[in-house]
């Protein structure tokens, strides 16, 4: 059983690793279980796979309303994952972060079930670092982690990735044909995960202009709460070089098109980002726990493998922190070899053998 979800930077490394375990162990069976009304219920299917949901919500760190109803969701959450595990018995459950993962993986530790606990984040979520006391391994994706868990049952794994992203070399004449992009021109890719980034949007609405008469084409996956409105923009502005997207499914040729690359600074976004090998400049969102994405971006930054620019200090800067590095063919060079040291290819294979260990 695979449990965890609610965000793309929980969900798809779940899905990885249960596409890993099935090509080595294509006999077993699988069961998801999230929480009802999120994102895994829609995308966990769509990978194939089967999953469950629980009537769970996180407790909101600020005075709600919500938090109210937190006890008898938990309740009801944690008789669910006691009759899912009754029913399927599993030989090994997985937790990858999220709501749901919470509830499922306490009650398998109470029934002695093996668990194992894959945290994608640099800095601890608060239900791994509960559930780690009894979980058999923790598979995580930075060093020094012995802060939020137990050093003795650590495994420096990375997080798993989709496998076309490792494939680039050869694409890059596909991909811009695919996109309908230019070989003289440098092409910024700009990520703002798959509901979009208010502040990066704004920063490239401010300085598209500049961007294309600067020789740059910008391929910009907006996100979907902004699709309309930057659209409409890019449009009124009769610039021909800015290419507008609610989300592209094609990563593995966004990628290869890309000179450089701007992004939020999520878990998934900056594994991905290392086996991509390009410069990149990360943004990473302020509205997150414990401010996760800037210690993340930082892990890198300290490494010479990415630059980091505020999210408070993106708007009008963005242009000139770009040229900073495509102007430099040295610095973009060592930033691309830089942030490639730091991948971990092999991460979902690595976790498979983790959780078989653990399975007598």
């Known amino acids: 059983m695979i449990s965890g979800g609610g965000t793309g930077g929980h969900i798809y490394p779940a899905i990885a690793i249960a596409n890993a375990w099935k090509a080595k162990y294509p006999d077993s069976d699988f069961l998801f279980v999230g929480a009802e009304g999120k994102m895994e219920m829609q995308k966990v299917p769509e990978a194939g796979y089967r999953i469950e949901g629980l009537k769970v919500a996180g407790l909101q760190r600020s005075l709600s309303l919500s938090n109210l109803s937190f ?16 029913d399927f018995q599993p030989n090994v459950v997985v937790g990858v972060g ?3 993962s919470g509830p499922l993986l306490f009650v398998a530790q109470n029934k002695g079930i093996p ?15 509960l559930l780690s006391k009894r979980a058999k391994k923790i598979c995580v994706a930075y060093p020094n982690m012995e802060q939020f868990f137990p050093a003795d049952r650590l495994i420096y794994t990375g997080n798993p990735v989709r496998k076309d992203i490792m494939e680039l070399d050869g694409k890059k004449e596909q991909a811009l044909a695919y996109f309908g992009l230019n070989d003289d021109r440098k092409t910024l890719l700009v990520l703002g995960g798959s509901l979009g980034a208010r502040t990066i949007n704004q920063a490239i609405l401010a300085e598209m202009a500049a961007f294309e008469h600067g020789d740059y084409q910008v391929l910009w996956q907006c996100g979907k709460f902004y699709f309309a409105e930057m659209t409409a923009q890019v449009a009124a502005s009769g610039l021909k070089h ?30 991905e980002l290392s086996l991509v090998g390009k410069p990149v400049v990360f943004i990473p969102s302020p509205n997150v726990a414990e401010d996760h994405q800037t210690k993340n971006a930082m892990a890198y930054v300290s490494q010479d493998a990415a630059i980091l620019l505020k999210d408070a200090d993106a708007i009008g800067n963005l242009k000139a922190t770009v040229d900073s590095i495509t102007n430099d063919e040295q610095k ?3 930033l691309a070899q830089n942030i490639k040291k730091l991948a971990k290819p092999d991460a979902a294979t690595a976790i498979v053998e983790a959780i078989a260990a653990l399975i007598p």
Do not use: C, H, W
Not at 73 to 83: C, G, N, V, W
Not at 115 to 129: F, V
């Open 71 to 86: 006890p008898f969701k938990l309740l009801r959450s944690l008789s669910r994952a006691k009759q899912l595990l009754k």
């Open 98 to 100: 999220g709501y749901a």
């Open 115 to 129: 668990t194992l606990i894959q945290e994608q984040n640099s800095y601890a979520g608060l239900t791994n670092k």
């Open 242 to 271: 800015i290419q507008v997207r609610e989300f592209i499914r094609e990563m593995d040729l966004a990628y290869a098109t890309a000179d450089l690359v701007v992004s939020r600074a999520g878990a998934l976004s900056v594994s």
């Open 332 to 334: 973009a060079n060592d």
